[in-house]
């Protein structure tokens, strides 16, 4: 089975602190994303990727960055964490191109940001 | 722009208690449709794809079924295991958009 790890289960920054975020997947996958989950919001798309070094804004991209530097791992940055920015926070993978492939997801990380 | 509504917000059914979960979309270039479920705490598990309309797909109590405008996820003689929210995704062109999801307490 896919597995997507994700570093931390719950996290806790102060406002204005650089944050970041780890996802790994073991099933050599093209694709990562990265979604936030709010309550009455659903998931919403932040960035993801297609291949190594490759990276494509989603919807709500602002205040967010990414890295891709192997196949492997994408990582979310949050260059100055804001209070706004506390919530559940998604990795996932896909085997190739294409938005219509089942993603598998890690199993969460949530943000607390004071 | 593409849209997807799930009804209801939240399910509380018995044990045995047959019932639909609804999700209607509106999306250009349909590529497929998909649905998870999710535990509290955790993230999304597929569950189904659907890529036309007309198609059925099942695993154990759910099964889905998709036309143009909708797609239900029925749940028969369900189980307090079956408790989580079902999300529904449909894929355009390029996008995937998530419903916010329907919450299902079953109770034994």
């Known amino acids: 089975d896919v597995k997507v790890t994700q570093s931390s289960r719950y996290l806790v920054k102060r406002t204005g602190e650089k944050v970041f975020l780890e996802c790994v997947q073991d099933?050599?996958?093209?694709?990562m994303f990265w979604y936030r989950q709010d309550p009455g919001l659903g998931l919403r798309l932040i960035y993801f990727?297609?291949?190594?070094?490759?990276?494509e804004k989603g919807d709500i991209p602002e205040g967010y960055s990414v890295s891709r530097e192997k196949k492997e791992r994408f990582s979310l940055i949050l260059e100055s964490a804001s209070t706004n920015q506390t919530s559940m926070y998604l990795c996932?993978?896909?085997?190739?191109?294409?938005?219509?492939?089942?993603?598998?997801f890690g199993s969460g990380t949530q943000l607390s940001v004071l | 722009e593409d849209q997807v509504t799930q009804s209801p917000e939240a399910l509380r059914l018995q044990e045995g208690e047959s019932s639909s979960l609804n999700c209607s979309y509106t999306?250009?270039?349909?590529?497929?449709l998909f649905w998870y479920r999710q535990d509290p705490g955790k993230g999304p598990e597929f569950l189904f794809t659907?890529?036309?309309a007309g198609e059925e797909k099942e695993k154990e109590r759910l099964k889905a079924t998709l036309t143009k405008k909708e797609s239900f996820l029925h749940i028969t003689a369900p189980k307090p295991e079956d408790s989580a929210t079902y999300l529904c995704?449909?894929?355009?062109?390029?996008?995937?958009?998530f419903g916010k999801g329907t919450m299902l307490l079953v109770s034994p």
């Open positions: 659907l890529y036309s």
């Open positions: 996932a993978s896909s085997l190739g191109q294409g938005t219509y492939e089942k993603l598998f």
């Open positions: 999306v250009s270039g349909l590529r497929g």
């Open positions: 995704a449909p894929s355009g062109y390029s996008t995937l958009t």
């Open positions: 099933m050599d996958h093209e694709n």
């Open positions: 990727s297609y291949d190594v070094k490759m990276k």
